[in-house]
């Protein structure tokens, strides 16, 4: 079965410090990885995703991600943290293949100090 | 267009009660998810509709849960009974297709006391 493991429940930065934040899944084979944000009392916006090809993902808001398949990783960067980024996020991991069902992590929680 | 939306955004229910929740797809899209978010959890698949067939159940927690999409459309999750354990986040997605790039909803806060 496939899971996802975020290690980290809080993560703190300053307002312009750099961010990384850690994403590691189970799965199979090839999976289809992907991260959401959620700020408070929203639902979750897709930030970006990787089903194949380059694995260096570039998606909204500044952020990236990159697929390391030795390493069973897909860690969210971003060069420049602003205020605005505080919130939840979320790391979900699905099958290839033809089916739809993802698994999310429990999420690491970003606070932005200004 | 619109995104998609939730109703009610919270409810209140006492133990015992039956409640209805409600969800408004993206216009056009084919696929349907109900998802359940505990707090500090991530958000874990109850069912799967594509057009008005509920093609995946799995996750629902009992039978006291149930989800329809009679036209393909708008859909409702239904909880009979409610329990305090019932109390969560209930979120709705949809997607052009089965093929994931799921767009969520703000999600219904069900308070069950």
């Known amino acids: 079965a496939q899971s996802v493991t975020q290690p980290d429940i809080h993560i703190t930065v300053s307002e312009g410090a750099s961010l990384e934040l850690r994403c590691n899944y189970s799965?199979?084979?090839?999976?289809?990885l992907f991260w959401y944000v959620q700020s408070p009392g929203q639902g979750l916006q897709l930030l970006l995703k990787?089903?194949?090809?380059?694995?260096l993902v570039q998606g909204i808001k500044g952020f990236e991600a990159e697929f390391k398949r030795s390493q069973s990783s897909f860690n969210l960067r971003k060069p420049s943290v602003h205020w605005s980024d505080a919130a939840e996020y979320f790391c979900a991991v699905g099958p290839s293949g033809g089916s739809y069902i993802p698994t999310f992590g429990r999420g690491t929680s970003l606070i932005v100090h200004p | 267009g619109a995104g998609v939306s939730q109703s009610p955004r919270y409810k209140v229910a006492k133990r015992g009660q039956d409640v209805a929740l409600r969800c408004d797809p993206i216009s056009g899209h084919v696929s349907l998810f109900w998802y359940q978010q505990a707090l500090g959890q991530g958000p874990e698949f109850l069912t799967y509709f594509q057009n008005e067939a509920q093609l995946d159940k799995s996750g629902l927690p009992s039978d006291r849960f149930f989800a329809e999409r009679p036209e393909g459309s708008v859909s409702t999750l239904k909880i009979q009974r409610t329990q305090q354990e019932d109390s969560a986040v209930y979120l709705c997605?949809?997607?052009?297709?089965?093929?994931?790039?799921?767009?969520f909803g703000p999600g219904t806060r069900l308070t069950v006391t």
């Open positions: 990787y089903f194949s090809g380059d694995t």
């Open positions: 799965y199979g084979a090839t999976p289809y």
């Open positions: 997605a949809s997607s052009r297709d089965s093929q994931y790039e799921q767009y």
